[in-house]
């Protein structure tokens, strides 16, 4: 088994991640718990930071927080020196109240609100990412309104469909993403900023999909963004200072994955760059990326405690577990598929083939089908592997279910930053029409009949 980020397993069989046991941590903080391992988190950052700044002079790096955001993590990110991606006002509130420097901040989102854009522009981001033409408009008016200019990016299409999940693939001309090359709304776009007092053109983006584990497809998106550089040169005159090729690297979910390789995927894109800024006479732009997964994805874990086991002889063996879809949507929506080990008895042999079950009422909640395991029984801990990205981002309290806890795990240290949700979070905004409850005055809160 391919163990992740600080992980090792004692000579009594039991996972430990960042120095702290997964029995301990159950016993302290209860399952479903998200484990991250701060070490490795911090070690991605790092490792991508410095590949790109290898790669070419000048880069910049923000971690896309849609993959996992909160007050910590934003502390994280901006004490490893990265900037920072956001697609909402929740996200963006998320890094103010965290203290993140709005000048390092990037704005993304396909159908930004007035006051989200208000709050951007007044916190003084450093870039909105500028989806479409509805929201140079918007963005026009809230410049002029606050006086301020904005510094943008526009996002392209540029037409290319790496080998992933359809859901997760959107660098395609058929996508709700970004303004398209090809059908000439990218080159509307450019001279709509260019033409704009308030609006200024900083930058091209493009972001081609997600978990791509090969680094030809960036390659191709970086060539297409240059030659969209140098005819925006040519139709306008202007040079572009910035070049965003967006998040997308690949990380391990199952045995035999490797993620993709950071060294190639930095020197291609950089070469690249380098390459069709000389065939078209362009200066270098400024390098930026924006991983998600390739930070967070492999540094999180999720422990369950097994519960229920029904056999069907000669057909399969589902080990229920008290989680899954709305911890992690991820199966049911992608099918993606992970890995698990037994976190108390990580060292024994497999034993048996079976499908791990989540809890919720819905056959398609499922983490795992078919994985051999050692024999699990009732109150066996179940660490499910790679589950740092868009498990608690994308959570839900289907089925009431309270949200989990997440742990940051640290040398021997583990400490909550999301509290484990209680019954009484999941109620604290259901309201009752006061109608509903038996009243002194029958006709006190009505407005029916009362002509
Ligand atoms: N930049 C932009 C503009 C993006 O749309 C995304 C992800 C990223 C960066 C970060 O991508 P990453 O490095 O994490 O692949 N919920 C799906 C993934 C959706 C990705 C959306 N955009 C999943 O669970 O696989």
């Known amino acids: 088994m391919d163990l992740r980020g600080t992980m090792r397993i004692t000579i009594d069989g039991r996972l430990e991640i960042g120095g702290c046991a997964c029995d301990r941590l159950a016993r302290e903080f209860g399952t479903p718990l998200y484990i991250m391992d701060e070490e490795d988190i911090r070690a991605r950052c790092r490792e991508v930071a410095s590949a790109l700044s290898r790669a070419y002079p000048d880069t910049f790096v923000a971690y896309a927080g849609k993959a996992f955001s909160t007050l910590a993590m934003c502390k994280l990110v901006h004490q490893e020196g990265l900037g920072l991606d956001v697609v909402s006002g929740g996200e963006l509130y998320t890094a103010l109240q965290a203290g993140f420097p709005p000048e390092r901040i990037l704005f993304h989102g396909s159908n930004k609100s007035v006051e989200e854009v208000e709050t951007g522009v007044r916190a003084g981001i450093l870039r909105f990412v500028v989806d479409n033409l509805h929201e140079l408009d918007l963005l026009e008016d809230v410049a002029r309104r606050f006086r301020r200019r904005v510094h943008v990016q526009i996002r392209l299409t540029p037409g290319i469909e790496p080998h992933t999940h359809e859901y997760i693939r959107t660098g395609q001309l058929d996508s709700k993403f970004g303004l398209g090359i090809a059908d000439g709304q990218a080159m509307v776009a450019v001279k709509r900023v260019l033409a704009s007092d308030f609006l200024v053109l900083e930058g091209l983006h493009c972001h081609i999909g997600s978990q791509i584990l090969a680094v030809e497809p960036f390659g191709m998106a970086a060539a297409v963004v240059m030659d969209f550089a140098s005819e925006v040169r040519k139709t306008t005159g202007h040079s572009v200072r910035e070049v965003n090729l967006g998040g997308g690297l690949g990380v391990r979910y199952r045995p035999g994955d490797e993620r993709v390789p950071l060294a190639r995927y930095a020197s291609l894109i950089?070469?690249?760059?380098?390459?069709?800024?000389?065939?078209?006479?362009?200066?270098?732009?400024?390098?930026?990326?924006?991983?998600?997964?390739?930070?967070?994805?492999?540094?999180?874990?999720?422990?369950?405690?097994?519960?229920?086991?029904?056999?069907?002889?000669?057909?399969?063996?589902?080990?229920?577990?008290?989680?899954?879809?709305?911890?992690?949507?991820?199966?049911?929506?992608?099918?993606?598929?992970?890995?698990?080990?037994?976190?108390?008895?990580?060292?024994?042999?497999?034993?048996?083939?079976?499908?791990?079950?989540?809890?919720?009422?819905?056959?398609?909640?499922?983490?795992?089908?078919?994985?051999?395991?050692?024999?699990?029984?009732?109150?066996?801990?179940?660490?499910?592997?790679?589950?740092?990205?868009?498990?608690?981002?994308?959570?839900?309290?289907?089925?009431?279910?309270?949200?989990?806890?997440?742990?940051?795990?640290?040398?021997?240290?583990?400490?909550?930053?999301?509290?484990?949700?209680?019954?009484?979070?999941?109620?604290?905004?259901?309201?009752?029409?006061?109608?509903?409850?038996?009243?002194?005055?029958?006709?006190?809160?009505?407005?029916?009949?009362?002509?």
């Not at 690249?272 to 390098?287: D, N, T």
């Not at 042999?349 to 398609?364: D, F, I």
């Not at 604290?428 to 009949?449: H, K, L, T, W, Y």
């Open 270 to 451: 950089s070469r690249v760059v380098r390459e069709k800024c000389l065939a078209h006479g362009l200066e270098m732009p400024r390098l930026m990326v924006e991983p998600g997964r390739y930070i967070v994805g492999e540094a999180g874990t999720t422990l369950y405690t097994v519960g229920a086991i029904k056999e069907i002889p000669g057909i399969r063996k589902y080990v229920s577990v008290d989680g899954g879809l709305a911890d992690n949507p991820r199966v049911a929506l992608y099918h993606a598929s992970y890995e698990a080990v037994a976190a108390t008895r990580a060292s024994a042999p497999p034993e048996e083939l079976v499908s791990v079950a989540g809890r919720h009422c819905e056959s398609g909640d499922m983490l795992i089908w078919d994985i051999q395991l050692p024999r699990l029984r009732p109150g066996d801990l179940l660490a499910v592997l790679s589950t740092g990205a868009y498990t608690y981002s994308m959570s839900s309290n289907y089925n009431r279910y309270p949200k989990p806890a997440v742990v940051f795990v640290r040398a021997g240290v583990a400490d909550v930053v999301v509290a484990r949700e209680t019954y009484q979070d999941v109620v604290a905004r259901d309201r009752i029409p006061a109608r509903f409850e038996p009243s002194q005055d029958a006709s006190a809160s009505s407005c029916v009949g009362t002509a």
